[in-house]
């Protein structure tokens, strides 16, 4: 793979988080949530983390 | 959270805290993309001001009289566990002087600057400190100039070069 080519894609990677760094926090905020209960699922059926506590997955009123 | 917020701001209406400012994961998001995060940060000040370092236990009676569950260190409000701090040292202290009011879910809140934010994250030196830092140099609008003239006020330059040469390298 070409260096120039290499150097491209991480700028525009870097361009895209930039970018999803200036969503609103409302946005941001439901993707958080989003995030906690991918989280919790991974970690229920993960065996070897069964002694340990699953988070509490926020339910905003 | 916009539920949450309002209990927040009637908690210094009522005198319960003097003033607060969201802190740790919930206020970095307000700057970078987000990640998963499982709770409320909040740095308050308190009229009698206790020991920085127990938690303040008026917000445990008053979430006891207003029968708000807690949970370890956090109490639950609006469907959140938010956990109180208070400011545990000179940086924090500072950074709690200088927060910036922005609008949440149409509500009225307080979160520390992306600056204040950076040099706590610093400061702290967990791993996940460094990857939200490394985050929020290529991420976050900042002021360079605010942040090194924090940096220096708190003896944190020779570490902040040293961990800008590492993420370079």
């Known amino acids: 793979m070409n ?13 895209y988080h930039r970018s999803r760094a200036k969503m609103p926090y409302e946005e941001k905020f439901r993707i958080i949530i989003e995030l906690q209960k991918i989280e919790a699922e991974m970690m229920k059926s993960n065996k070897s983390r069964t002694n340990s506590r699953i988070p509490r997955v926020w339910e905003p009123e | 959270m916009k539920k949450t917020l309002q209990i927040i701001n009637q908690l210094v209406e009522q005198n319960v805290i003097t003033e607060y400012a969201i802190a740790g994961g919930m206020a970095q998001f307000y700057y970078i993309e987000p990640s998963a995060t499982y709770d409320l940060d909040l740095i308050v000040s308190i009229k009698d001001e206790p020991n920085s ?46 927060k910036i009011p922005v609008t949440l879910f149409d509500e009225p809140a307080f979160l520390f600057s992306a600056e204040y934010l950076m040099a706590i994250m610093l400061q702290t030196g967990r791993p996940i400190d460094f990857e939200r830092l490394t985050r929020f140099i290529t991420e976050a609008e900042f ?27």
């Open chain 1, 3 to 15: 260096k120039k080519y290499i150097s491209k894609a991480a700028e525009s990677k870097i361009k």
């Open chain 2, 53 to 98: 370092l127990t938690p303040p236990a008026a917000l445990y009676e008053w979430a006891d009289k207003n029968n708000f569950p807690t949970e370890f260190e956090h109490i639950i409000i609006g469907g959140i566990p938010v956990q109180f701090l208070l400011a545990y040292n000179d940086l924090v202290k500072e950074a709690l002087i200088n």
């Open chain 2, 143 to 169: 002021n360079e100039f605010k942040l090194i003239d924090i940096l220096e006020r708190n003896g944190l330059s020779e570490k902040y070069n040293d961990f800008i040469k590492r993420i370079n390298e």
